[in-house]
C-alpha cells in the first residue's frame, strides 16, 4: 500500500508559501508557510499533521489490540503533541507524546496498559523515524 501527498512551495523559507494535498483531496491546496509553522498564522504544518497521524495511527491499533483481546471500547480519545526545536543549523521533531482518555468496560488498569503499550510500539507511524527514507530529486 503507498499513500501519496504533495507538497508545493514558492519563494524562500521564511517569506515564501506552500500547499499540500493528499492522494485522498482531504488535502486540497492546504496552504502552509513560515507563519503557520512557527507563528499562529491559519494553515497548517509537518508537525500538526504528523500529530494528527500519530493520534489516528496509535488509536486505532489500541482498537484493534482490544478488539483482539476480546474488548469493545466506548471510546478513546488520543492527543498527540510533536515537539519541534532546534537542532544545530535546523530543526528537529524531539518528541510525541501520546495523551490518551479511554473508556473500555470490564478491562482492568494493568490489562489496559499491557494492550496500550503494545499499540504505542506497534503504530506504524510511532515506528517512522525508523523507516528507511528515498530520495528522488531533479530539476525542472
Not at 482531504?26 to 494553515?43: D, Q
Request: net charge neutral.
Amino acid at each position: 500500500m503507498i499513500r501519496k501527498a504533495t507538497a508545493v512551495w514558492k519563494g524562500t523559507g521564511r517569506d515564501g508559501t506552500g500547499q499540500l494535498s493528499s492522494e485522498s483531496g482531504v488535502l486540497a491546496h492546504t496552504p502552509y508557510s513560515f507563519k503557520t509553522r512557527f507563528e499562529n498564522e491559519k494553515g497548517t504544518n509537518p508537525e500538526e499533521l504528523i500529530a494528527a497521524a500519530h493520534a489516528g495511527c496509535f488509536t486505532m491499533a489500541l482498537a484493534f489490540g482490544l478488539q483482539m483481546a476480546g474488548f469493545t471500547p466506548e471510546e478513546l480519545s488520543t492527543e498527540a503533541a510533536v515537539t519541534l526545536e532546534p537542532e544545530g543549523k535546523g530543526f528537529k521533531i524531539s518528541k510525541s507524546a501520546l495523551t490518551l482518555r479511554a473508556k473500555v468496560p470490564n478491562l482492568d488498569d494493568a490489562g489496559f496498559a499491557k494492550i496500550a503499550g503494545e499499540a504505542e510500539k506497534n503504530c506504524p507511524v510511532s515506528k517512522v523515524l525508523n523507516a528507511a527514507i528515498t530520495l528522488d530529486a531533479k530539476l525542472g
